[in-house]
């Protein structure tokens, strides 16, 4: 079993809805989780970070952690062209953060 | 201030080949991190310098695979006789914590 596994997509998603990208991790004793978002031949940017259950906010973006069911989503409200990219979960176990192979999302205008 | 820095950005090579990949992390950042990502796959970690110490070489794959940092300052990642299964975008991060990773631009390793 993969440490932390994505759905690779890609996921395509009407401009203006919502995109929603799972992440399930298999170390109990992960601490710290983190979205990416890393654009065609470009580097990884953090966008969203989270640390105890529940959803956590930023703007268009939502972490939504739950440790019970080793499970971290992240959901885009009203989706733009421009967050068409590869998200990349990652989970911190440790000093060494462990990234899954990403989740392909395309935009649809 | 200068985010993390990377070279060469491309670097096209001959197996067999040594290279030395090269990363400025940003002043400051005591943690730095180097990653391999392959041509439509995820980042896989490689190693882990806590100041100059490696607490965690796991991800380096085989011998031919080495890396130092001086101080709290440069990395040097080097691949000895390198393969053609070398090619990929060699990712560096720095952090001041274990958290919140800066990447730098990566280098494109190409082997010939």
């Known amino acids: 079993q993969k440490e932390v596994e994505q759905n690779s997509g890609p996921l395509s998603v009407p401009e203006g809805a919502i995109a929603s990208l799972n992440c399930t991790y298999s170390?109990?004793?992960?601490?710290?989780f983190f979205w990416y978002r890393q654009y065609s031949g470009k580097s990884p940017e953090l966008i969203m970070s989270?640390?105890?259950?529940g959803d956590k906010e930023d703007g268009r973006f939502t972490a939504q952690l739950n440790k019970a069911s080793q499970y971290v989503s992240l959901l885009i409200r009203d989706s733009q062209p421009s967050d068409s990219a590869t998200y990349l979960c990652?989970?911190?176990?440790?000093?060494?953060?462990?990234f899954g192979t990403g989740t392909r999302l395309t935009i649809i205008p | 201030g200068a985010g993390v820095s990377q070279s060469p950005s491309n670097k096209v090579t001959e197996k067999g080949k040594d290279v030395e990949l090269r990363c400025d992390p940003i002043?400051?950042?005591?943690?730095l991190y180097w990653y391999r990502q392959r041509l439509g796959q995820g980042l896989e970690f490689l190693i882990y310098?806590?100041?100059?110490?490696?607490?965690?070489k796991s991800g380096l794959p085989s011998d031919r695979f080495s890396a130092e940092r001086t101080g709290e300052s440069v990395s040097t990642l080097t691949i000895q006789r390198t393969q053609q299964e070398d090619s990929a975008v060699y990712l560096c991060a720095s952090n001041p914590w274990v958290d919140t990773q800066y990447f730098g631009p990566g280098t494109r390793l190409t082997v010939l």
């Open positions: 990652a989970v911190r176990g440790g000093e060494k953060l462990t």
């Open positions: 170390d109990r004793g992960s601490q710290s």
């Open positions: 989270i640390y105890s259950n």
């Open positions: 310098f806590q100041g100059n110490s490696a607490p965690d």
């Open positions: 002043s400051g950042h005591t943690a």
